[in-house]
């Protein structure tokens, strides 16, 4: 069985994008995107909801071309363009770059996909998650949490049926206040 990991960057009030999907307090220092690079070669699949797709699919298929990129991003944009992706969304009817659609049931793909064989799944789209975590398929949790307050916006975590007891499994600080926390899920 696959272990399905979601994690994104967040505000200290617990907000992956401020309002009007506002990400403009999220940039990240070469430090801490050199470990969501690192993350995310570790995947087999990363999983979108089209939120997330929109905002990754914009900018990433030409990172690697864009006046001043990093090595690591870079790397990341090569990465990204061909690491495999699934896209949840019933509203846009075609995706690129390695990545195929799905129109119908998010929980019953994620099931299917999770009881496969392949390497970790990474989950975002505070939507996707949202029901990826209401339904018990989330087994580790990756919280990058920015020092910033933006009062509003989309929340990491959306509203839960019941509790989920994790365990801290690890944490790092990173350069500009950010603190990298990672979490399982007890069962």
Do not use: C
Request: proline residues 5%.
């Amino acid at each position: 069985m696959r272990k399905l990991v979601y994690g994104m960057n967040l505000t200290l009030d617990g907000y992956v994008a401020a309002a009007g999907d506002d990400i403009g307090w999220s940039a990240p220092s070469d430090e801490l995107f050199r470990w969501w690079l690192d993350h995310e070669r570790a995947s087999g699949l990363s999983l979108y909801g089209r939120k997330l797709w929109q905002t990754m699919s914009s900018y990433w298929p030409t990172g690697d071309r864009q006046p001043g990129a990093t090595p690591a991003e870079i790397e990341f944009a090569r990465n990204w363009r061909d690491a495999p992706k699934v896209v949840f969304s019933s509203t846009i009817d075609r995706v690129d770059w390695n990545a195929r659609l799905v129109t119908g049931d998010a929980v019953a793909e994620i099931t299917r996909l999770k009881a496969g064989d392949g390497g970790p799944m990474n989950i975002g789209g505070a939507t996707l998650a949202g029901a990826a975590v209401r339904a018990g398929l989330v087994d580790e949790y990756v919280i990058a949490t920015h020092p910033v307050l933006v009062g509003g916006g989309t929340p990491f975590f959306t509203a839960l049926d019941s509790w989920v007891n994790l365990d801290l499994v690890e944490t790092r600080t990173f350069p500009g206040g950010v603190v990298l926390t990672r979490y399982r899920t007890r069962r």
